[in-house]
């Protein structure tokens, strides 16, 4: 069988092409297993890199290629200038104020990803404010790169970690969240949008009641940051953390924000070249943030290449974007609906990007299996939230996931594909 991407019959928002978005990312161009068009709705975990972003990333290493802050040739000091310069664009990017008369970008810290940043605000802010009696509160939905470096620092300072409970909906009980939130409180992590569901949580509300008991938000922007407007300043955060390549950059980069004066007082993550002011076996002095944080050679190229990132997806209108993955999220609820035996896991008023599910007995794993043998790359699992998961009494779900350039009929081929399961697991 043939099988060709049909043309788009109804495009969702006038005002958006995703043909032409579509056609900047070279790896969605190409078939599985011979025949099949790839369907690519494994988002939340990776998204696909617009050919802007690999011609930066080649294009520094083809001509660019040096190290940063210490040179006093050519390459190095425009090596220095470009790594800096995304800093001020991811500062834009998510909206960081400035602070204290000092310009925003200097709350940029480069980190691997967010995984590292929370690390990072543990093992640092953690490490230094938190003592027995203290708590950290968590939500019920959070990725265990949220839970496990809390739980680690907790063990280690004798603080205790509380939970915000969620519905059956996937929505936190707000409720719960304020009657747990008491002077004890140091820490509120949660994540701005669950990977697991695609809840969107009400930030602005908990930082706003977070703040009045007297305690710092982090908010984990893994899986808002690609599909959302954000703005840090509205939110009111006082840590802001996600990944490069879930917003069509590279692996291996992400970005901590966090607030100048919190940062200030924070002590160094790692030592090492770069994060020094002076150094002597008497004593030595560290670098002023965000230089403080970065110890060692960083990932330079993938830190430009996440600039181009970011100038990419802000070219293409966040709103804009948001709007059509919205649309597309509704419709693809809709369809998957139809098919019997379906259910939906995570049905929150407000939603992004994802769409779990559980079809009848089918295993997950089955299911994507036989989807992957018709081109179309779902996630199944537990997708890293697994007591999230014990809430809803499964050990996993079906998990599709949307970006910018997936359409209806990326959503038309899941849906066959969920039939075909349905008729061969009966
Ligand atoms: N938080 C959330 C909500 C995520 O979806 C992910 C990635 N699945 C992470 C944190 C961890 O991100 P990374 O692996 O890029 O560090």
């Known amino acids: 069988m043939e099988a060709t991407r049909p043309k788009q019959e109804a495009v969702l928002d006038a005002d958006y092409d995703v043909e032409a978005v579509r056609a900047a990312f070279p790896a969605l161009q190409q078939d599985l297993y011979d025949d099949q068009p790839l369907v690519y709705l494994d988002n939340a975990a990776t998204t696909q890199k617009p050919q802007a972003v690999i011609d930066r ?15 006093v040739h050519f390459l190095s000091q425009q090596a220095s200038d470009a790594y800096e310069a995304v800093r001020e664009r991811m500062a834009d990017f998510i909206g960081a104020p400035e602070a204290g008369g000092r310009p925003a970008h200097e709350q940029i810290v480069y980190t691997r990803g967010t995984t590292e940043a929370i690390n990072l605000v543990a093992a640092t802010w953690g490490r230094a404010e938190l003592q027995e009696g ?58 701005h949008v669950s990977n697991a569901l695609g809840t969107i949580n009400p930030v ?23 599909h959302l407007p954000v703005d840090v300043e509205a939110l009111g955060a006082d840590f802001f953390c996600f990944s490069g390549h879930k917003m069509y950059g590279p692996t291996g980069i992400g970005v901590l924000y966090g607030r100048r004066r919190l940062l200030d007082a924070m002590p160094p993550y790692q030592g090492g070249g770069d994060m020094i002011d002076e150094v002597s076996f008497e004593d030595t002095t560290y670098a002023e943030v965000p230089h403080k944080f ?133």
């Open 294 to 426: 970065e110890a060692g050679t960083p990932n330079i190229s993938s830190v430009i290449a996440l600039g181009a990132a970011a100038a990419w997806l802000k070219e293409q209108g966040r709103p804009r974007v948001r709007r059509h993955e919205k649309a597309l999220l509704e419709y693809a609820t809709e369809r998957v609906r139809e098919i019997d035996d379906i259910r939906l896991v995570g049905t929150a008023r407000e939603k992004a990007s994802v769409l779990s599910f559980l079809l009848g007995d089918v295993h997950p794993y089955d299911a994507g299996t036989v989807l992957d043998r018709m081109g179309v790359a779902v996630r199944t699992g537990h997708h890293c939230a697994q007591p999230l998961m014990e809430h809803f009494s499964i050990p996993g779900t079906v998990r599709a996931s949307l970006a910018c350039y997936n359409d209806r009929s990326d959503v038309d081929r899941l849906v066959e594909g969920l039939r075909k399961v349905r008729r061969m697991f009966g």
């Open 204 to 226: 602005e509300e908990i930082v706003r009641a977070a703040h009045e008991a007297g305690a710092k938000v982090l908010v984990d922007g893994a899986q808002s940051v690609p």
């Open 57 to 71: 990333l080649t294009g520094y290493y083809t001509r660019e290629n040096a190290n940063v802050h210490r040179g």
């Open 134 to 191: 203290d708590e950290v509160l968590l939500s019920q939905m959070e990725h265990h790169s949220n839970i496990v470096p809390w739980q680690r620092i907790c063990e280690e300072t004798g603080a205790q970690i509380k939970i915000i409970p969620v519905t059956d909906r996937g929505e936190l009980v707000f409720e719960a969240f304020e009657k747990r939130l008491s002077e004890r409180t140091k820490l509120v992590a949660v994540t």
